[in-house]
């Protein structure tokens, strides 16, 4: 005989957790209440405000419709492109020469329109302004760097090894090799991209003057990998917004709710009316805080949950192993610099960018909000090329 409950337990399950239960009721009664207090949400590539009492949402934008993201981003992929190519060969899959001529003639012509005015004037991005010059030598040898590899592995495949990959291009041991590691490379291309990130950002944070306090914050749909970006450690958006808000933000404040309905640009540009989607937003928040608050209620006299933002471990020891995130002592600590590059990679949690965000933001929130205080890891101490020089070895 097929089980199915006796619908009486069922109607006394429903009048806590259905559609028309207590939950429900209590959590739109706590909505009802915020409807003046400003939600915050964070989705993939946007902040958007809803400023309550019915008035319109204000956003910025922080990824893919930003200026020279893709630009520096492509850069940075380049040392991961090359380990692709390594993987097909080493594994004996058919077509990593294609791949392999195909990145070597983007390179070319991305090093060829690469300029001081294509910087300055095209992608014009306020937190680079000066650096300029030295981004295009950064792009040019990042090129040659992999133009060179590439050609050397499509002449003798035993180039395109791991082992080789590491030696000849992301971490030459012997003098005479590249004369920046590819890995300092992707680090400062990580660190540019997110200093710009960062700087707009927390401008634009700054000028809403919001009352950290009181205000609601969710973080929603995907980051980066569908496993990244769950918890406060590994969304270094939560970072963010807690040093714009003076480290006055509650942690119980922030909900990373991957579920949530979306939201995105084109909504808002279009006109729609999101009314409904504020309210689910917020209906979401106050379930979700509504049994957190009961429970420490319920429960008072036992020990109590804190969330934790501690500070990260330092690390010293290259044979070690890492379950968490090491923490960047300086601009100049290649090693945990680099270590945090291998963690973005392995740990599925993390997002990429995770590698130098939490530097990045420290430094600004720091100094005042002025890029041209900070030291910038792999690029401020880094001498590059002078771009168009044929430095790169064969």
């Known amino acids: ?18 559609p028309s239960s207590i939950a429900a009721e209590l959590s739109q009664k706590k ?33 893919h419709s930003t200026r020279g993201f893709k630009e520096l981003t492509a850069v940075s992929h380049l040392g991961t492109a090359m380990a692709w190519v390594v993987e097909m060969q080493e594994e004996g899959m058919d077509g990593w020469q294609v791949w392999a001529r195909r990145f ?6 991305v090093r060829a329109i690469s300029s001081v005015p294509y910087w300055t004037e095209n992608v014009a991005v306020e937190a680079w302004k000066g650096w300029e010059p030295k981004i ?54 990580f660190a540019l991209t997110f200093l710009d990130i960062t700087h707009r950002m927390m401008r634009w944070l700054n000028s809403l003057e919001l009352d950290w306090r009181t205000v609601m914050v969710m973080i929603c749909g995907s980051s980066g990998r569908p496993t990244a970006g769950l918890t406060w450690a590994t969304n270094n958006m939560c970072h963010l917004l807690w040093r714009a808000s003076q480290k006055t933000l509650a942690p119980e404040h922030l909900l990373i709710s991957p579920h949530a ?29 509504v049994t957190a608050e009961i429970g420490g209620k319920m429960f008072a006299g036992f020990p109590a949950f804190v969330p934790d933002i501690g500070e990260a471990a330092v690390i010293t020891d290259p044979q070690g192993t890492l379950s968490e995130m090491p923490r960047l002592q300086h601009p100049d600590d290649r090693f945990t610099a680099i270590s945090r590059l ?53």
């Open 261 to 289: 309905p979306s939201l995105n640009l084109d909504m808002i540009k279009s006109g729609a009316d999101l009314q409904d989607l504020e309210k689910a937003y917020r209906t979401l928040w106050c379930k979700t805080r």
């Open 104 to 109: 070597l003639a983007r390179c070319e012509k």
């Open 1 to 18: 005989m097929s089980y199915r409950p006796d619908p009486r337990f069922v109607d006394l399950y429903e009048l806590y957790t259905g």
């Open 342 to 394: 291998r963690m973005v990679m392995e740990d599925p949690r993390q997002l990429l960018s995770n590698s130098v965000a939490e530097f990045i933001i420290d430094e600004l929130s720091d100094n005042g909000l002025d890029p041209k205080a900070i030291t910038i890891p792999g690029f401020t101490n880094t001498a590059y090329p002078v771009a168009g020089r044929a430095d790169c070895p064969d």
């Open 31 to 63: 909505r009802d209440a915020t409807a003046d207090t400003p939600l915050l949400i964070s989705t993939g590539s946007d902040l958007v405000l809803f400023p309550g009492r019915g008035r319109d949402p204000v956003y910025e934008s922080f990824r």
């Open 136 to 189: 295009v030598d950064v792009v040019d040898y990042a090129c040659r760097a992999s133009e060179d590899y590439l050609r050397a592995g499509l002449s003798d495949p035993s180039v395109f090894t791991y082992a080789a990959l590491r030696e000849r291009f992301l971490e030459p041991p012997q003098p005479g090799g590249l004369p920046v590691p590819y890995n300092d490379v992707m680090v400062a291309t």
